[in-house]
């Protein structure tokens, strides 16, 4: 995946301050969605119950985790080199236990424990809860798998640790699951039917977040404009619904009004959206709480009708571009990114076409851009044939990220001049002398540090560009502070 800006941190190991009860150690790796990361917090946390600390040192580890991905090829395959070099350690170590989980596990099942002999336990993502008693198998000497999808679990009962935390930002799991059946994608059939998780659990885990003094939450699914919560169940049951569960249900603009007043200082952002879902309540409400941050992960995938038809997505170009407009004039100065696909069986030059021209439409702040990879078991690899050469995909795929780099610095020029709010995160990469952060619109902003502290809201006046990033210099403290 070729991405402008890349938020996420493939591949990191994770640790949590240590439980002095706790004598054994796991050390956690996590590739793909952000719903993964949040995903290994879960895990930590029931394992902390179990006797487990978890280890930045991987030649220290009992129990080795890696939290799989299964979006494309490139992301499993990265996954057996990893296990690779876990089996290099397990020599060194042989009472080291190793455990592959997530979406991969979901999807290769049993499978996984042929082809990898090093690997002792296979979980699918909804038999975290299960952890305890197939660390018991594995102890015993057994191989231990649950893959079962599950049409309840949410995971709202259990308190997430925060790993690797800077303490500043956090993620809120909100809804698992997708009932969205694009034909490229894998995601339902390794995380299954679409369910939401009861807002009052989500409310209290904000509330907890915000008494730790955490600055800002990202309210997370694989699909959050389809949040529906009616007292429980998978959302293509609500027509069962009785109703007064109907009468009371809350969606997504609901909830995200509530996590606004219950922290009107706590910054909230939202990932991942899906145009079919997004409405205009959930806009207006962007735009009618400060502290709901002006940015929107919108994935379109194809700007032409006819492949968009073949993906099974379930709108057109122009029904994308009128809620790109809707946007534009609720809310004037958000930021857009986007997913695309390029190279989708079938796709010609003039979808091609169609494709950039929907770009210079929108002019994204910034985008995650593939070359298609045919996912097995998804209906486009049972029923269409790969049939568009690499070199053509990735020609294709080239055109797509160079006009993304194009629009990039045009909308990262238009904050010139401009005084914005920015949450300090942490320091720069590339200078110890220089505070990284982000503005309302998710754009990394980069400034001298002067006095100011990781979790500080501060005004920024923005003097120079790159296509990612903004560079300025702190005025002061912000009214959020």
Known sequence: MEKIIDENKQGESLVLDPNTSNSRKLYIESYGCQMNFSDSEIVASILAKEGFNT????????????????IRDKAEQTVR?????????????PKMKVGVLGCMAERLKSKFLEEEKIVDMVVGPDAYKDLPNLVQEI?????????????????????????????????????????????????PFTRGRERSRDP????????????????????????V????????????????AT?????????????????????????????TSNPQDMTLDVIETMAKYQNICKYIHLPVQSGSNRILKEMNRLHTREEYFELIDNIRKIIPDCAISQDMITGFPTETE?????????MEYVKYDFGFMFAYSERPGTLAERKMEDDIPEPVKKRRLSEIIALQQKHSHFRTQQHLGKTEEVLIEGTSKKSDAHWMGRNTQNTVVVFPKENYHIGDFVNVKINECTTATLIGEAVGYSENN
């Open 55 to 70: 280890t930045q040192k991987l030649e220290d580890a009992d129990l080795v985790l890696v939290n799989t991905c299964s």
């Open 81 to 93: 080199k990893r296990l690779e070099k876990f089996n290099a350690v397990k020599r060194t170590n």
């Open 139 to 187: 102890d015993e000497g057994r191989n231990a798998m649950n893959v079962i999808l599950s049409k309840e679990e949410t995971y709202g009962d259990v308190a997430p640790v925060r790993l690797n935390s800077n303490g500043v930002s956090a993620f809120v799991s909100i809804t698992r699951g997708c009932d969205n059946m694009c034909t490229f994608c894998v995601v």
């Open 243 to 271: 109703d007064i569960q109907k009468a009371t249900a809350v969606g997504f603009a609901g909830l995200l009004e509530m996590v606004a007043i219950a922290q009107p200082k706590m910054r909230i952002r939202f990932s």
């Open 225 to 240: 404009d389809s949040y529906l919560w009616y007292g429980g169940g998978l959302k293509k049951d609500f027509d069962k």
């Open 200 to 223: 009052q659990s989500i409310l209290d885990e904000v509330n907890d977040l915000a008494a730790k003094g955490f600055k800002e939450i990202t309210l997370l699914g694989q699909n």
């Open 350 to 358: 003039e979808d091609h076409q169609d494709t950039l021209s929907l």
